[in-house]
């Protein structure tokens, strides 16, 4: 699987955002450039694994409202908010709101790697959670409708006895669709399967 | 007989009733050739020398003026009816026979019997002297004496034209009695006044004036130019003032003279036409006064309005503090950036160390210049400099104008339309007022922006030539000045705002003013218009 290593930066001064490049670059890592948060929605394509630093004073949209489109379009992109002096209150907001941190300017190399890294983690980790669903998801998928109604049963832990009385069959079937369902979702053991099929895979 | 005549015609005074002398003269001329004929042909012209006789009783009784004649030993031989007249009687046999000397006041008997001497031996005299008439009355008299000669050739008495010179008397007193108090008006003035001619000499002065170039003595200054005290700065406009005095027109001008003593000091002279009867411009009549101490408190006031200028740059800076930290923090970050990225890069163990090291170190610099060109400007903004104008790109002064705001431009989101035309003339002004006064105009409508909900994000910047003066307008399109704002929006000390001196617009229109220019405010629909007016710097 491919690491997380992409950072998208936007500032509208240039002499920043070629700072941050050179530092993003310094350690291996892919910078992308952008003035303004409107190029960077234009130009974003989801499933890249990375982060994004962006000021919070833009021209056009600006960092709070940057954040709202992001949400509203369920891109979730780690988000590390840089911002001058005065825009603190600002940045506070973008941190309630879910940013990993604000980092005021002028800014250590060093703090603002960790967060970089921290958020490429972040990215990792929901990068595989993602594909991980993406996989049940798949796999739910190959699921009979009779196997997706033992299913929730199951999760919730109830014996082969009391599932056959709820869906009136046989505790035998029961036992049959247990097998197949744990075979199609690459599952060992029910309690395993509880583990990684968060409610709103099998819900939904 | 001729000199006799001749003397009288000469001893007619040349004013007064001119029409009864001429009168006078010609009717006596005439009786004299009338005589003279009768007394060459005496025999022959019997009958004539009757007819003779009336007219000249008829001439001497008809002529308006008092004509007399004594005898040699001063008694009064014959008068006509005006003489009477004069002696308040219409008798003349209270008069005839008496000694004219009885006529005369007590103080003038010398005077007369010295004119009868003279007279007697022959030459023609004339005096003033006051009459005592009949009822005592005194009455100021001039008469003129001519000898009269008999038939021998002897002198057999004296012929006097006398006239009432009571009138004359009177209008001599008064027009010195005038003038001694226009004298004194003059000399007690406490302002100089004087008088000088074309080339600046001056004629007349009067105290106060002497006082002012520290002058002992009339000599220092009477008959000396206007020239000499005048500091030479002024010469030439002071011959510019002198000949339009002379055209008749009224000059004021402001100038600096060195007095006796060597000490300059600041004077104002109101200079206006002395003209003759004859219409004729004679000298220029100025009133100067001392305005030293109006020029110290000018001076004063602009020293003032220098630093009032320089505690209001300072509090707008302090306004846009925020926004220039936010600018200067920028650079200050990349450089901070690149620096720890090149020091990182040191540690490293590459090959291409210096490929790398050159452009960060490369942008290390160019971003501290950039820093250094953010505080120079602010530098300049605030420093305290005596204004001077010289000649200012005015596109330039608008964009250094435009930076200073855009922090605070970037913050409100506003978009600022600069328009100007291809061949935008330079200003001649103080580059730092005037962008201040820029500067004003562009934060005012910044935070009418903010404060104004759903107004449009916008703001108009032009220019308009004009004659000898460039017009900068600035538009928004927020809300507006209230009406009842619109009154005292150049009012020092007043302001809508809860933070602020409300000294800006009020010092923004003095530096206008003190450029020679002119701002103003005009409604627009929405939001306001500022103008400010300048004058362009000469394009040679």
Redesign the interface.
């Given at each position: 699987m491919t690491p997380a290593n992409r950072v998208f930066i936007i500032d509208?001064?240039s002499?920043?955002r070629?700072?941050?490049a050179?530092?993003v670059e310094?350690v291996g890592l892919h910078a992308n450039c952008f003035a303004d948060a409107d190029t960077f929605l234009a130009e974003y394509r989801g499933g890249t694994p990375g982060c994004l630093i962006s000021d919070v004073?833009l021209?056009g949209t600006d960092g709070v409202q940057l954040q709202r489109i992001l949400k509203e379009r369920r891109i979730e992109i780690p988000l590390i908010v840089i911002s001058?002096?005065?825009?603190i209150p600002m940045a506070v907001e973008m941190v309630r709101r879910g940013a990993i941190d604000f980092i005021e300017?002028?800014?250590?190399?060093?703090v603002?790697l960790e967060r970089i890294h921290e958020a490429l983690e972040k990215a990792e980790r929901r990068h595989r959670e993602y594909m991980a669903d993406a996989q049940q998801r798949a796999h739910l998928a190959s699921l009979t409708p009779r196997e997706k109604e033992v299913l929730p049963l199951l999760i919730d832990g109830h014996a082969n006895k009391i599932i056959a009385r709820e869906l009136s069959l046989s505790p035998r079937t029961v036992e049959t669709h247990r097998a197949n369902i744990l075979r199609k979702m690459h599952a060992d053991s029910v309690t395993s399967l509880a583990r990684v099929l968060t409610p709103d895979l099998w819900q939904g | 007989m001729e000199p006799s005549l001749a003397s009288l015609a000469y001893a007619l005074p040349t004013t007064g009733a001119a029409l009864a002398w001429a009168w006078t003269l010609r009717s006596l001329r005439r009786a004299r050739n009338e005589l003279d004929a009768s007394r060459a042909d005496h025999a022959r012209a019997m009958h004539h020398q009757d007819s003779h006789g009336t007219l000249f009783r008829t001439l001497f009784d008809a002529a308006p003026e008092c004509i007399k004649v004594q005898t040699v030993d001063g008694r009064l031989q014959r008068i006509n009816t005006a003489g009477l007249t004069l002696l308040e009687t219409n008798d003349p046999a209270r008069v005839i026979g008496q000694p004219v000397v009885n006529f005369i006041a007590p103080e003038y008997h010398d005077a007369y019997h010295r004119l009868s001497e003279v007279v007697c031996s022959g030459e023609p005299a004339s005096m003033e002297f006051e009459l005592i008439t009949l009822h005592g009355r005194r009455c100021w008299l001039e008469t003129h004496a001519v000898p009269l000669y008999g038939d021998e050739g002897r002198i057999t008495g004296l012929l006097a034209v006398t006239r009432d010179i009571d009138e004359r008397r009177r209008m001599t007193r008064e027009l010195e009695e005038q003038r001694n108090r226009l004298h004194t008006i003059i000399e007690s003035e406490p302002e100089c006044v004087k008088l000088h001619d074309r080339d600046g000499r001056i004629m007349e002065m009067n105290r106060a004036g002497l006082a002012l170039l520290n002058a002992s003595h009339n000599d220092a200054v009477i008959g000396h130019s206007m020239y000499e005290f005048l500091c030479p700065a002024y010469q030439a406009d002071y011959r510019a003032l002198t000949e339009n005095v002379f055209r008749g027109q009224r000059q004021c001008m402001e100038f600096e003279v060195l007095t006796s003593d060597g000490e300059t000091r600041w004077l104002e002279s109101h200079a206006a036409p002395l003209v003759s009867p004859d219409g004729q411009v004679t000298a220029v009549l100025a009133i100067t006064r001392n305005i030293e101490e109006r020029k110290r408190y000018e001076q004063r006031l602009r020293e003032q309005r220098d630093e009032l200028a320089h505690v209001c740059r300072v509090s707008t800076l302090g306004e846009l503090s925020s926004g220039l930290a936010h600018e200067l923090t920028q650079p200050l970050c990349a450089i901070s950036s690149y620096a720890q990225s090149a020091a990182a890069l040191l540690k490293c163990d590459t090959n291409d160390k210096h490929d790398r090291l050159d452009p960060m170190l490369q942008k290390i610099v160019a971003e501290t210049e950039r820093a250094n060109a953010i505080i120079q400007r602010l530098r300049d903004f605030v420093r305290k400099k005596a204004p001077r104008p010289t000649s200012v790109d005015t596109r330039q002064l608008i964009a250094d104008s435009l930076e200073l705001v855009e922090a605070e431009r970037r913050r409100s989101r506003v978009s600022i339309d600069v328009s100007l035309p291809h061949d935008l003339p330079d200003l001649w002004v103080d580059r730092i007022q005037i962008q201040q006064v820029i500067l004003n105009l562009l934060t005012n409508a910044l935070q009418a922006i903010d404060e104004t909900p759903d107004a449009e994000h916008r703001i108009a910047l032009s220019t308009t030539i004009e004659q000898d003066a460039v017009r900068i307008s600035l538009r928004d399109y927020a809300a507006g000045v209230r009406d009842d704002v619109r009154q005292q929006l150049f009012v020092p000390f007043f302001t809508t705002k809860t933070s602020g001196l409300g000294m800006g617009l009020a010092l923004s229109r003095s530096i206008a003013e003190a450029h020679g220019g002119r701002l103003w405010y005009e409604p627009a629909n929405p939001g306001s218009a500022f103008h400010l007016e300048v004058p362009m710097a000469d394009r040679t």
């Open positions: 509208d001064d002499a920043v070629d700072a941050v050179t530092l310094s004073c021209p001058a002096h005065g825009d300017k002028p800014f250590r190399n060093h603002l | -």
